[in-house]
């Protein structure tokens, strides 16, 4: 009886901090702050390169996701920690703007694939793959804010990992690939 009383309140905290963005100020806090740095360091970088990078459709595919994507964490970030907003109303900021980056990137996306080599295309869409489950976790996790169920802001875990690790893994790959272009 005792352990099921514990669990009850544990279960029930854990159920108030999915539905509180107040409760997530820390974890955002540090995606801000990640995501900036690395933007600016980012931007740095490639406008050194940027005649390389244009030349080059999937370099310039990879900057325009690596930059696109921090941004969408900085701005997902201060989304989430505006303060005293209600989790219906950052429900439906954040399927605005999960809305948004989903027309982006299917429009952006299209518009690289036009532009690869026919043997690339199919290659690069089952890539971006992996980068559209995090845009689409978003208007999930607005969507589970406003009904107040089904995970709420656990939602965007996925995304800010999706989104962070692509775009190391996307800056990594056009830094080396610039380098090894000049060469």
């Known amino acids: 009886m005792v352990w099921q ?10 159920m108030h901090a999915a539905y509180h963005a107040g409760d997530w100020q820390g974890f955002y806090s540090a ?4 995501s900036a740095a690395l933007e600016g360091l980012l931007f740095v970088a490639l406008s050194v390169n940027v005649r390389q990078i244009m030349c080059h459709p999937a370099h310039a595919a ?3 996701e690596v930059l696109g994507q921090l941004l969408s964490l900085l701005i997902l970030a201060v989304l989430v920690l505006v303060p005293g907003q209600d ?9 605005a703007w999960g809305l948004v980056l989903i027309g982006a990137s299917i429009r952006n996306q299209g ?4 532009r690869l ?7 690069w869409i ?6 559209n489950i995090g845009t689409l976790l978003i208007p999930v996790a607005g969507i589970t804010l406003i ?9 965007l875990v996925p995304t800010v990992l999706i989104y962070l690790f692509w775009s190391l893994m996307n800056a990594w790959i056009l830094v080396v690939q610039t380098a090894e272009s000049q060469d």
């Open 31 to 34: 995606v801000l702050a990640a």
């Open 147 to 155: 009904v107040g169920r089904l995970g709420g802001l656990y939602w």
């Open 111 to 114: 518009r690289t694939v036009s």
């Open 5 to 14: 009383q514990i669990r009850f309140v544990r279960d029930r905290k854990r």
């Open 62 to 64: 990879r900057a325009r």
């Open 126 to 131: 089952g890539r971006d793959m992996i980068f």
């Open 117 to 123: 080599p026919v043997e690339q295309r199919l290659a």
């Open 87 to 95: 989790r219906r109303v950052v429900g439906a900021e954040l399927i």
